[in-house]
């Protein structure tokens, strides 16, 4: 590999915060991470991704299957519901907080999910170049930080050119799923997106219909109950060809 570069080009999307990790968090690393967490060469920072390094999918899940990712898992909850609901597909949850990626072991484990792996990374860098070209089915981005105050709106992950690193990663007709409590972010979402040569409405009117696959989390819960809509969009990669 070269040599690693010594800081980040891009604001990232993410303010990291360390902290003590629970006896049971310290048990999910500890037992469950070869199973599930995927070892990644780092590049400028902890939560980079070398852009050297591939992920081999077939080799990772020990077959060849559709591949969903959901960028900012969280706690799992709804890539765990998806990968029980859905065994014939591969799952892969890209999460950069460390008790969020203990939660989903735990959890997974628990209900005997197999076909998920989780990395522990910036979700760009995954995107633009550790999947194989082509490589996912669908990625998901639910509830991801609105970085709502003004001077903070360049932190946002959906940004111009963010869909040329979703664009590399999905097959064609692949489906870019996203949901957000916030309105002026998806104001935003929609307007970038619309203007990705790349990329074209998979819906009709202003807003998609609430995604199916999607369950119903105590972070939406709670964004309803503070009386925000959930705005749904979801837009479809155009051919190679």
């Not at 998609?208 to 709670?222: L, Q």
């Amino acid at each position: 590999m070269s040599e690693p570069r010594i800081f980040r080009e891009e604001p990232v999307s993410f303010v990291r915060r360390s902290g003590r990790m629970s006896e049971g968090q310290e048990r999910a690393f500890a037992e469950l991470a070869e199973q599930y967490l995927l070892d990644v060469p780092r590049d400028a920072a902890a939560t980079s991704v070398h852009p050297d390094a591939r992920m081999d999918p077939a080799a990772e899940y020990g077959r060849s299957a559709p591949l969903i990712v959901e960028i900012g898992s969280g706690q799992g909850h709804a890539i765990i519901s998806a990968a029980s609901e859905r065994p014939e597909d591969d799952f892969l949850a890209v999460e950069v907080f460390r008790a969020g990626l203990a939660r989903t072991m735990l959890d997974a484990d628990k209900v005997g999910v197999r076909n998920l792996r989780l990395i522990e990374a910036n979700a760009p860098e995954v995107l633009a170049t550790y999947l194989p070209e082509g490589a996912a089915s669908e990625v998901w981005i639910f509830f991801s930080d609105p970085w709502h105050k003004k001077r903070h709106t360049k932190r946002r992950l959906i940004r111009p050119g963010f869909g040329d690193a979703a664009a590399r990663a999905l097959k064609d007709d692949g489906l870019l799923r996203l949901a957000t409590d916030w309105e002026d972010y998806a104001l935003q979402m929609r307007e970038v997106l619309d203007a990705e040569p790349l990329f074209e409405r998979a819906f009709e009117g202003e807003w998609a219909e609430r995604f199916d696959g999607r369950v119903m989390t105590a972070f939406e819960r709670k964004g309803i109950a503070k009386g925000r809509e959930i705005r749904d969009l979801v837009y479809r990669r155009k051919s190679r060809a």
